[in-house]
């Protein structure tokens, strides 16, 4: 049994008043923390900047000019809350518009009742902590990430890391100015094509997977001068816990 995560601050965005009231009470009885419910999705936004909720369950067809699927790409793109879509539209139309906000989960409601609720608890509480518990790990994985980058963009050492195509995705501003060579654009082409002086070292320890690392020893010119700069580094291969490789990382100095 997935654990509640206690604190846990849900906004309801649906324009059916009974439904809201029903999903809020399911919501409370099982630990959660529903803040507020509101009706369009131009108030959904405004109370999604207010009062920043974990996870917003939102409806598709609401009042005001704006639907679910407008709100949620906002919502996304402006403050990375979780969107589940709770909602009775299930055509492809509808589906393929909804899959462009990258929702959390697209749960269908079923038409309303005397007996039965239009949504099942079950499933409700399911995709609430899965996505609660995906949307934690992605965040801990994006500052574990920021954490690396400024790490590496304030070592003494230049460092590059390539992705398994040799395509640059990461540069530390030593690499740049040894380099001599690297625009934001550049970000993505090939690291033989930027830093051609390594091609062969690249393509030989591409060759030679079971060979983790390999060192180089380089006389260069950076590309906006003619001084020549003395460097001695290393490649390593980057893998996988299957062992399939996943990109490079290059770490070099300057030996004048």
Known sequence: MVKKMVGTRILI???ERITAEDIKGALESAGYDVPDLV???EEAIKKAGE?????????IQLD??????EAAEIIRDKYSIPVIYLTAYSDSFTVQRAKITEP??????????????PFEE?????????????????????????????????????VIVTDSEGRIKFINPVAQDLIGKFEKDEEGKKLVDVFEVLSKEIGQIYGSPDVPISFFDKTIKK????VETHIRGSITLIKDDIGSINGLAIVFRDFK
């Open 223 to 226: 590309s906006n001068d003619e």
């Open 51 to 59: 009062i920043r909720p974990d996870l917003i369950l939102m409806d």
């Open 64 to 69: 005001g000019e704006m639907d679910g699927i």
């Open 122 to 158: 079950s499933e409700l509480h399911t995709t609430i902590e899965i996505t609660l518990y995906r949307d934690k790990v992605e965040k801990r994985l994006r500052d574990h990430e920021q954490l690396f980058q400024a790490v590496l963009n304030n070592v003494n050492d230049a």
């Open 39 to 41: 009706s369009s999705g």
């Open 13 to 15: 965005v649906e324009d």
């Open 104 to 117: 959390s989960g697209y749960i269908l409601k079923e038409p309303f009742g005397f007996i039965h609720k």
